[in-house]
C-alpha cells in the first residue's frame, strides 16, 4: 500500500474560488508530480517537482500553481476555478533511481474536482 | 499524437476466464515499459515493469510480454477474479534515468462478470 494521500477525495465548488488540492508522501521520495486525468483519457502532466524549492510545468498547459517546500508536502492551487478544471487529480511520487528500469510511481487516490 | 495505443478500448469477460491486452507504441527511443492497474475511484498501482532486454515477466496472475522490434507489449490475465476489475494502463518511457518522459496510454477498461 503506498504511503502517499490526497485530499480532499471529492470537491464541488462555485467559478471564481480559489482551492488548493493536498499531496502528501511519507516515503521520503524526493519526486512528486501533479497529474490531470478525464474519464477514458489518458493522463496528463501538469507539474513535477525533483525536490525541495524545485517545481516545474508540465505538459499539458494549466492556470494551477504547485509548492515544495518540504520534501512530503506538495499542494497544488488554483486560484481561481473554472468549469474547465472539472476533471480528476492524481498525486504522484518516486524516488530517483539511475537504471533502465527508471522509477515507479506510487500514485494517491486522487482528488475529483467539480467546478460549477 | 500519443505515442501508446492501447486495445482493446473495453472487454467484458466472465470470471475465470483468460484474457489478453494489447499496447502499442512509438515512444523512441525506448527504456521501459510498466503496466499500471487503475481501481474506480483511486491511483494506478504498478503491476509489472520491462526494460528492452526482458521479453516476458509474471506477477503472480499476471503476465506481461515484451516485443521491443514490433514495439507490442501485452498484458495476460489467467483465471480472471471479479477483483480484476479495473482499468489497465501501459506507461513507455524514453529513458530510464530521472529525466525519463513517461508517456501513457488510455487504458483498458476490464470488466469482470461472474
Known amino acids: 500500500e503506498a504511503d502517499i494521500y490526497q485530499t480532499p477525495r471529492y470537491l464541488v465548488i462555485g467559478t471564481g474560488k480559489k482551492i488548493t488540492l493536498e499531496c502528501s508522501q511519507t516515503m521520503g521520495h524526493d519526486k512528486m508530480y501533479w497529474y490531470q486525468q478525464d474519464p477514458g483519457m489518458e493522463l496528463h502532466l501538469i507539474h513535477y517537482?525533483?525536490?525541495?524549492?524545485?517545481?516545474e510545468k508540465g505538459d499539458l498547459s494549466s492556470e494551477s500553481t504547485v509548492s515544495r517546500i518540504r520534501t512530503e508536502h506538495f499542494p497544488l492551487t488554483l486560484e481561481s476555478a473554472r468549469p474547465s478544471h472539472t476533471s480528476q487529480y492524481l498525486c504522484?511520487?518516486?524516488?530517483?533511481?539511475?537504471?533502465?528500469?527508471?522509477?515507479?510511481?506510487?500514485f494517491g487516490s486522487g482528488t475529483q474536482l467539480s467546478v460549477l | 499524437k500519443n505515442q501508446v495505443e492501447q486495445s482493446p478500448q473495453s472487454l467484458i469477460i466472465l470470471e475465470g476466464k483468460n484474457c489478453t491486452l494489447q499496447c502499442n507504441y512509438t515512444v523512441s527511443p525506448f527504456s521501459n515499459l510498466r503496466w499500471y492497474k487503475q481501481d474506480t475511484g483511486r491511483g494506478p498501482v504498478s503491476l509489472t515493469i520491462m526494460t528492452f532486454s526482458e521479453n516476458t515477466k509474471s506477477n503472480g496472475r499476471y503476465t506481461a510480454t515484451l516485443d521491443a522490434d514490433t514495439k507490442q507489449s501485452s498484458l495476460h490475465i489467467t483465471a480472471s477474479q471479479l477483483s480484476d476489475s479495473a482499468s489497465y494502463i501501459c506507461v513507455v518511457s524514453d529513458r530510464g534515468s530521472t529525466l525519463g518522459r513517461l508517456y501513457f496510454g488510455r487504458g483498458t477498461q476490464l470488466t469482470v462478470w461472474p
Open positions: 517537482s525533483y525536490g525541495v524549492n524545485s517545481t
Open positions: 504522484a511520487s518516486s524516488l530517483s533511481t539511475p537504471t533502465l528500469r527508471g522509477e515507479k510511481l506510487f
